[in-house]
């Protein structure tokens, strides 16, 4: 029988547990707050992150900027974009998936009390090896976050008054 992770119950600790039993896990995502990624991040077993980051989600804060470049920094995680995704996946880089609709948010994960959003996520195992494919694919795909692309983008930002 195969758990259904439910925002405000129990989507956050199946979160938490799946990246805490693999030792190198990727987030592909395309919104996150780095206070979510923070806790969900406690044993320090992610190592990779995706994010969107359309230039509106950083100028709209749909998805954290500043904060989440700097937490990626000060924990060795390699950071990247890519701007066509819209997936939801924590990824042990080999086999192993937590898949679903939330974002890495405590709203998505149902982590802000009763003002959460409604979504499921469940764990997969033993993916098929066209499905690892397409996963590093997306990975190779992705523009690493390097500091000169950081400042390239913060200065576009600063360039620009969004409304």
Same mark, same amino acid.
């Given at each position: ?13 199946? @979160? ?7 030792? $190198? ?17 406690? &044993? ?9 980051? =359309? ?20 924990? =060795? ?37 009763? $003002?959460?959003?409604?979504?499921? &996520?469940? @764990? ?11 996963? $590093? ?21 600063? =360039?620009?008054?969004?409304?």
């Amino acid at each position: 029988m195969t758990l259904l992770a439910r925002s405000g119950d129990n989507l956050f600790s199946s @979160a938490e547990d799946f990246v805490r039993n693999h030792a $190198n896990v990727a987030v592909l995502c395309a919104y996150i707050k780095t206070p979510a990624l923070k806790l969900l991040n406690d &044993s320090g077993n992610i190592k990779q992150v995706v994010v969107r980051w =359309e230039f509106r989600d950083i100028c709209s804060g749909a998805s954290d900027f500043e904060e989440l470049f700097q937490y990626c920094r000060n924990y =060795e995680i390699e950071l990247f974009s890519n701007q066509r995704i819209h997936l939801k996946v924590l990824w042990d880089m080999r086999s192993d998936a937590f898949l679903g609709s939330a974002n890495i948010s405590k709203r998505g994960l149902g982590e802000s009390g009763g $003002n959460h959003n409604w979504e499921l &996520s469940t @764990a997969v195992d033993n993916i098929s090896f066209s499905d690892q494919q397409y996963l $590093n694919k997306l990975l190779r795909d992705s523009t690493l976050i390097t500091d000169a692309r950081m400042e390239e983008l913060r200065r576009k930002k600063a =360039e620009v008054d969004y409304v």
